[in-house]
């Protein structure tokens, strides 16, 4: 079974930036693509990002393209978020996920092991 473990989220005025990290542990990690969420207070969780297992291919919400980037080091099972003029929006809690094939998804149904999540809070 895969773990998924991020870190830093944080406080961060509005314009300001963060970069997310996501690292995968376990025996079980293949060639899975990796995705983002996010879910803030009172709303359903919503698609931010995703990557395929080559980087070949990414994925964006409309809210976030142009702001946000999404990579991935398969050599340190790791996925990181860059995200840059952030607005306050952009509160939430953000969560790391995969799917075990290598193609990378917007539908969170699709993706089958989740972290803890990492709060992001953008102040105005």
């Known amino acids: 079974q895969v773990q998924l473990v991020e870190s830093g989220g944080g406080l961060v005025q509005a314009g300001g930036s963060l970069r997310l990290s996501c690292a995968a542990t376990?025996?079980?990690?293949?060639?899975?693509?990796m995705g983002w969420f996010r879910q803030a207070p009172g709303k359903e969780r919503e698609f931010v990002a995703a990557?395929?297992?080559?980087?070949?291919?990414?994925y964006y919400a409309d809210s976030v393209k142009g702001r946000f980037t999404i990579s991935r080091d398969n050599a340190k099972k790791s996925v990181y978020l860059q995200m840059n003029s952030l607005k306050p929006e952009d509160t939430a809690v953000y969560y790391c996920?995969?799917?075990?094939?290598?193609?990378?998804?917007?539908?969170?149904?699709?993706?089958?092991?989740w972290g803890q999540g990492t709060q992001v809070t953008v102040s105005s």
């Open positions: 990557i395929s297992w080559t980087g070949g291919s990414t």
């Open positions: 376990g025996r079980s990690f293949g060639t899975y693509a």
């Open positions: 996920a995969t799917r075990e094939v290598p193609i990378a998804a917007m539908n969170p149904s699709l993706f089958t092991s």
